[in-house]
Every structure is written in C-alpha cells, then in structure tokens.
C-alpha cells in the first residue's frame, strides 16, 4: 500500500544535478527532501573542470559562483599526443577547476540552508518509484507524487525504471589521482591516453589532478595504461591512490524517466563524448526537471512531468548528439591521427575546439556546411 504523501518532491542523489533540483522545487514552494547515502562532504572522482557553460549554470541556480567550492581559474592549455605537443595556448577562455568534494558539498549545503529537507547520511532500504516511495535505513519513509533520480551512473532509480542503470559496453571508464601541492601552470590534455578518451592534467587550487578516461569495453588494460602514462610524467604508480569510476559518455538515455519519475546529470547519461563534461549539464538538467515537476502538480497532473521535462530537455539533448556524432571524428583510430594534425596547423580550429571545451560555443553553433567541411579535411589530411 502506498504511504501518504510526506513531501511534494523526492530527490535521489545531493550532486549537481539533484542540489540544483532541490533548490529549484523548494523555490518555486514545493517541500522537497534531498536524499543521499553519503554524509557530505564527500569524495567523488571527477577532472573538476567548471566551464563558462557550467558556471553561468551555477550563478542561475544558486545565485553566485559559490565560492566556498575552492576554484582555481586558467587560460593556460596544453594538447598532446603522448609526448609531442600539437600547441600551447596561453589566452584560451577561463576554465575554473575544483574538486568534487568542495563544490558537492557547498552545493548540498546551499540546499539545506534554502530550506530543503536533509536527509543525507542515510542508505535507501527500499525503493518503489512506481508508488513515490522511498524507506531509508533509519525505518523512515518518505512519499512523493513525483521523484527525481539524480544519483549517478550506478542510479538506483534508473535501474528500478529500467532494469539496469548503463550498458557496461557503451560507457566510460576514468582513473584519476590527485597530488597536493603547488598547481601546475595550466591545463594539460592528452589526447591519445585512452582509447576514445583521453588523459588530463588539471591544476587545482592546491595541487593537481591527473586521470585518463576512455571508452571501457575498448580499453580492457586502463589500469597498466594509467600506471604507464603516470611513470611517463615522472609519478610513481605505487606512491599514489589511483581511484576509478564509470562515467556515462556516450549513452545518452532515449527517455529520461517515465511519467512521474526523472532522470538528470549522470543518471540520464548527460555527459559530453567529447570533453567529459558532465557538471553543467547535471546543473541544467537538475534546474529542468525541477521546473517540470513543479508544472506538472500545478496542473494537477504528476505523471506528466516526463512530457514537460522531455520538452524542456530537447535543446540540451540536440547539444549532446551533435557531440556523438562529432566525437568519431576526434577519436576514431582511423581519423584521430588526421584530426590531430589539423588540430595541431589550424588556429581557427584549436579556438573552435577551445570554446566548446570552455563552453563559449555549442556544437549547435559548428552550422553543418563547417562540419562538412571538417570532416572532408580530417578525411584528406588537409589544413588549409
């Protein structure tokens, strides 16, 4: 039997995607509970990379760019392959970096203090997302007309929609390290570190983050590449704690929910095949959502969130398949070399491809006639 409803709106997941839901509903007058198992702050593998795209997101949602997160801004970057260096750019758009643990938890805490319910720290027992209904460990059990499941790649709630939260063959795999100290004097990428991925040297505030990701099912030995790739950079694989995660690149759900339940962040499989990126689209699709939810039970109607959220959503979803299809040219086998070099003689590219990695551009900015026209130079090798 279904519990009486106990609140309006049911979070899973106190990253991005679901603080920024939380305190979008709680605005707009709707009692919202945030649910977690993590007790905040928290550890979280991620790069850390805050784009332009990103943080017009969080000033939106949360008023300013909260700077109790810890950001350390760059112009500076780097593109390898391996050991050649294809350019250095010292002007490139401000990319603010930071680390999952400072800016998840200034986030949790900006939707605590707005009002939203806490209760974070507590493992889900039982989970009917048919009924709204969600019993923490503690014996509690919260009721809601509509659910919104931001909780990761490894969700509970898409896989109680769906059967499983991600196909293991079509997402990603990171490893990462962090090492304190000084930051580095900007960012540097690999891009040949992984297959259909690649490698990151980001500075932050105090110290550095270093990872490659890539594509799992296609690189079976990620592990033995990371530990190489480390040793290439003077680390020590044995002096440091290598941490791994999937990430949800590339799998861009068909249907983000189902009538009175939604998926955002990575949960929805909202991450950029090319960059990585997933926080501004967890804030966007988390804010989304939210405004979808609280539309659909003014209307009466919470089984129409998913129409509302799906309309809501189809700007940011023609974003990500541009990417998809644009990602074969970047790292294909075949075309990445091709890519590579035109990468590495053409200014207007590297400054089309910096935009989009800081969030200036969209993909949907690259007309087709210019895609086409990369495509045929990638395909002949020429940079003019």
Same mark, same amino acid.
């Given at each position: 039997?279904?519990?009486?409803?106990?609140?309006?709106?049911?979070?899973?997941?106190?990253?991005?995607?679901?603080?920024?839901?939380?305190?979008?509903?709680?605005?707009?007058?709707?009692?919202?509970?945030?649910?977690?198992?993590?007790?905040?702050?928290r550890?979280?593998?991620?790069?850390?990379?805050?784009?332009?795209?990103?943080?017009?997101?969080?000033v939106a949602i949360f008023g300013d760019r909260v700077p109790e997160a810890g950001f350390h801004q760059t112009t500076h970057i780097r593109f390898t392959a391996g050991p050649r260096v294809l350019r250095q750019i010292t002007d490139a758009p401000p990319i603010h970096m930071t680390t999952r643990v400072g800016l998840d938890a200034a986030l949790q805490a900006r939707a605590?203090?707005?009002?939203?319910?806490?209760?974070?720290?507590?493992?889900?027992?039982?989970?009917?997302?048919?009924?709204?209904?969600?019993?923490?460990?503690?014996?509690?059990?919260?009721?809601?007309?509509?659910?919104?499941?931001?909780?990761?790649?490894?969700?509970a709630v898409a896989k109680a929609l769906f059967g499983r939260a991600h196909d293991p063959a079509r997402v990603g795999f990171a490893l990462e390290i962090e090492v304190p100290g000084l930051p580095g004097d900007g960012i540097d990428m690999d891009m040949t570190a992984a297959p259909w991925g690649y490698g990151w040297d980001f500075p932050k505030a105090h110290?550095?983050?270093?990872?490659?990701?890539?594509?799992?099912?296609? !690189? %079976?030995?990620?592990?033995?590449?990371?530990?190489?790739?480390?040793? *290439?950079?003077?680390? @020590? #694989?044995? +002096?440091?704690?290598?941490k791994g995660h999937h990430l949800p690149f590339g799998e861009l759900r068909? !249907? %983000?929910?189902?009538?009175?339940?939604?998926?955002?962040?990575?949960? *929805?499989?909202?991450? @950029? #095949?090319? +960059?990585?990126?997933?926080?501004?689209?967890?804030?966007?699709?988390g804010q989304l959502a939210a405004e979808a939810a609280v539309i659909a039970l003014r209307m009466g109607a919470p089984d129409r969130a998913l129409a509302l959220y799906q309309a809501r959503m189809a700007g940011v979803r023609r974003e990500l398949s541009r990417a998809m299809w644009l990602a074969k040219l970047v790292y294909h086998p075949w075309l990445q070399p091709r890519f590579l070099n035109l990468?590495?003689?053409?200014?207007?590219?590297?400054?089309?491809?910096l935009e989009v990695l800081s969030?200036?551009?969209?993909?949907?900015?690259?007309?087709?006639?210019?895609?086409?026209?990369?495509?045929?130079?990638v395909l002949t090798?020429?940079?003019?």
């Open positions: 039997m279904a519990a009486q409803p106990t609140h309006d709106l049911l979070v899973v997941g106190a990253g991005p995607a679901g603080s920024a839901a939380a305190i979008t509903a709680h605005r707009a007058g709707l009692r919202v509970a945030l649910i977690d198992r993590a007790t905040f702050p550890d979280k593998l991620c790069g850390g990379g805050v784009t332009g795209r990103a943080m017009g997101h969080l605590v203090a707005a009002g939203v319910e806490d209760c974070c720290g507590q493992r889900i027992a039982a989970l009917d997302v048919a009924e709204g209904q969600v019993t923490l460990a503690d014996g509690r059990v919260l009721a809601a007309p509509v659910v919104i499941g931001a909780d990761g790649i490894n969700s110290g550095r983050t270093l990872g490659i990701g890539g594509i799992a099912a296609k !690189s %079976p030995d990620m592990k033995g590449s990371f530990q190489d790739w480390l040793s *290439a950079r003077g680390i @020590d #694989p044995a +002096t440091v704690r290598i068909p !249907s %983000p929910g189902r009538d009175h339940v939604l998926l955002a962040g990575d949960a *929805a499989g909202l991450v @950029d #095949p090319i +960059t990585g990126e997933g926080i501004a689209w967890a804030l966007r699709s990468l590495a003689s053409s200014d207007r590219l590297q400054r089309r491809y969030g200036e551009l969209d993909y949907g900015d690259v007309r087709l006639r210019r895609l086409t026209g990369l495509m045929l130079r090798g020429r940079s003019g």
